[in-house]
C-alpha cells in the first residue's frame, strides 16, 4: 500500500469529518480554507467582484498564466471545434477500440486512459506525427497520466523526463509556427495558430501537456467511474448513459479541487481571508451537500430525471475559466457508456476500494470483464489470471 493511497482515503474522510463539524467553511491548517458551498463557490470561481487573482486551471503554466485572455478564448474555441469534428469522423472506431482495448479483460482505470489515447491520437498529434512526438506522447500517458504513476518513478526521474518532453513539443510547435496549416489538424496546430506571436513554444508546450492529461486522464477517469459505479451497484432496471456520466461526476468528480488565492483582505463566508489565503473550493464536497442532495453518497443516475440539486453541480469549474471541452467530453462517455452496455455484460471486481487521490480524482483499481450479454458469468480464465496476478502486484507493493 502505498503511502499516497493511505493518505489520499484518509485525507477525503478528514474533510468530510470537518465539514460536519465546522460546516461549508473551514480551515484545515495556516493559509488553507476550504468551501463546500455551492453559492460561494460559484462566487469565487466566476470572480465577478475581482476578489481574486486572475487564475485558470487548464492554462496555468509555471510562470503563471498563459496570457492573454483573448488568446486563451480563440484556443478554447478552436480546440473545441477540433475535438467535435475530431469526435465526428471517429465514431465509427470506438467499437474496434472497445473490443480491441477492453475485450475480455482490462485492468483499471489504467486501461481508461489507453483507450482514450487511441481514440484521440490523430487529434492530439496530427495525421502524420514525427517517431519523437508519437513516442513522447505515448511517454507522457504512461508516466504522468496513468493513476498513481509519479509513485513509479523517482523525482529525479520525473524531472528529466519532463526537460526531454517539453523539448520535443517545443520543436514540434515551433516548425508549426513558422510554417502553419490552413486547418489545425490537431490540437498542436490549435496552439501554433492561436497564441500570440510572443508566446513562448516552452509556455505552449506546457498548455499542450494540459490537454493531453485533459483527453487521455480526465475522460479516462470518468468513464471508469462511470464503469465502476455501473459494475458494483445492483440496479434491476436500465439506467440512461447521460445519467450515469452526470451522477459518476457528481459522487465523484475528477477535477475536484479548485485552488484560487484573494487579491485582498475581506470576508468570505464569515471567514476573514488574506491574500496570503489559499482558498480551495471542494468540489467533492460540493457536490456531497446533505442541504442540496438526498442521500448524497448514494449513487442514483435517477436523481437527474428532474433539475434538483444542479445548482450545486460544478465538475468542471464555473465562470469564465470553466472547461470549455466539458460538452464534448461528457458526449464522448455517454457514448461509450451506450456502446459497451448495449453490446456486453459487464463484471467488475474491485482490487483495490481506495479512490487515486492527486490533482485529478482517479476510480479504485478494478478489473473489468465484458462477456456476450447472453454469457453466464464466471468462466472467464484469463480474466481470473490477470485478476490473480495484480492482486499478487498489491500485496508485494504493501
Known amino acids: 500500500m502505498s503511502a499516497a493511497r493511505r493518505s489520499g482515503r484518509h485525507y477525503l474522510a478528514r474533510l468530510e469529518a470537518l465539514r460536519r463539524t465546522h460546516g461549508n467553511v473551514f480551515r484545515t491548517g495556516r493559509g488553507k480554507l476550504y468551501i463546500a458551498d455551492a453559492v460561494l463557490a460559484k462566487q469565487i470561481l466566476g470572480n465577478?467582484?475581482?476578489?481574486?487573482?486572475?487564475?485558470?486551471?487548464?492554462?496555468?503554466?509555471?510562470?503563471?498564466?498563459?496570457g492573454p485572455r483573448s488568446a486563451q478564448v480563440a484556443i478554447g474555441r478552436a480546440a473545441r471545434r477540433l475535438l467535435q469534428e475530431h469526435a465526428h469522423t471517429a465514431a465509427?472506431?470506438?467499437?474496434?477500440?472497445?473490443?480491441?482495448?477492453l475485450r475480455p479483460t482490462s485492468v483499471w482505470p489504467d486501461a481508461g486512459n489507453r483507450l482514450l489515447l487511441a481514440y484521440a491520437h490523430q487529434a492530439l498529434v496530427g495525421p502524420q506525427p514525427s517517431a519523437a512526438l508519437r513516442e513522447t506522447v505515448e511517454a507522457i500517458v504512461?508516466?504522468?497520466?496513468?493513476?498513481?504513476?509519479?509513485?513509479?518513478?523517482?523525482?529525479?526521474?520525473?524531472?528529466?523526463?519532463?526537460?526531454?518532453a517539453m523539448r520535443v513539443i517545443a520543436a514540434e510547435l515551433a516548425q508549426r509556427r513558422v510554417a502553419p496549416g490552413n486547418q489545425p489538424a490537431s490540437l498542436l496546430d490549435v496552439l501554433a495558430q492561436e497564441a500570440t506571436v510572443d508566446?513562448?513554444?516552452?509556455?505552449?508546450?506546457?498548455?499542450?501537456?494540459?490537454?493531453?492529461?485533459?483527453?487521455?486522464?480526465?475522460?479516462?477517469?470518468?468513464?471508469?467511474?462511470?464503469?465502476?459505479?455501473?459494475?458494483?451497484?445492483?440496479?434491476?432496471?436500465?439506467?440512461?448513459?447521460?445519467?450515469?456520466?452526470?451522477?459518476?461526476?457528481r459522487l465523484w468528480p475528477?477535477?475536484?479541487?479548485?485552488?484560487?488565492?484573494?487579491?485582498?483582505?475581506?470576508?468570505?463566508?464569515?471567514?476573514?481571508?488574506?491574500p496570503a489565503d489559499d482558498v480551495l473550493v471542494c468540489g467533492y464536497l460540493v457536490h456531497r451537500d446533505p442541504n442540496r442532495w438526498t442521500e448524497p453518497d448514494r449513487?442514483?443516475?435517477?436523481?437527474?430525471?428532474?433539475?434538483?440539486?444542479?445548482?450545486?453541480?460544478l465538475p468542471f469549474g464555473w465562470g469564465p475559466h470553466s472547461c470549455t471541452g466539458a460538452g464534448v467530453s461528457m458526449h464522448l462517455v455517454e457514448t461509450l457508456i451506450e456502446l459497451i452496455t448495449s453490446t456486453y455484460r459487464l463484471d467488475v471486481t474491485v482490487t483495490d476500494p481506495r479512490p487515486h487521490i492527486a490533482a485529478a480524482l482517479a476510480p479504485p483499481s478494478f478489473l473489468l470483464r465484458l462477456g456476450n450479454l447472453s454469457q453466464p458469468r464466471g468462466g472467464d480464465d484469463h480474466g481470473e489470471a490477470l485478476l490473480r496476478g495484480q492482486a499478487g502486484a498489491e500485496h508485494l507493493r504493501r
Open 254 to 274: 475528477v477535477a475536484w479541487l479548485f485552488s484560487r488565492r484573494p487579491d485582498r483582505t475581506f470576508d468570505l463566508g464569515g471567514v476573514t481571508v488574506t
Open 199 to 249: 508566446t513562448s513554444d516552452h509556455d505552449l508546450a506546457e498548455v499542450y501537456r494540459s490537454c493531453v492529461f485533459a483527453v487521455c486522464g480526465s475522460i479516462g477517469f470518468l468513464l471508469g467511474w462511470s464503469l465502476y459505479l455501473l459494475g458494483t451497484t445492483s440496479t434491476t432496471e436500465p439506467v440512461r448513459p447521460d445519467r450515469v456520466v452526470r451522477e459518476a461526476l
Open 48 to 66: 465577478n467582484s475581482g476578489q481574486f487573482r486572475e487564475h485558470s486551471d487548464f492554462f496555468r503554466i509555471r510562470s503563471g498564466t498563459l
Open 92 to 101: 465509427q472506431t470506438l467499437p474496434g477500440l472497445v473490443a480491441r482495448h
Open 142 to 164: 504512461e508516466r504522468g497520466v496513468l493513476a498513481g504513476s509519479r509513485d513509479r518513478y523517482s523525482w529525479l526521474s520525473r524531472a528529466r523526463f519532463r526537460r526531454r
Open 299 to 313: 449513487f442514483d443516475p435517477s436523481r437527474w430525471e428532474s433539475a434538483k440539486g444542479q445548482e450545486a453541480f
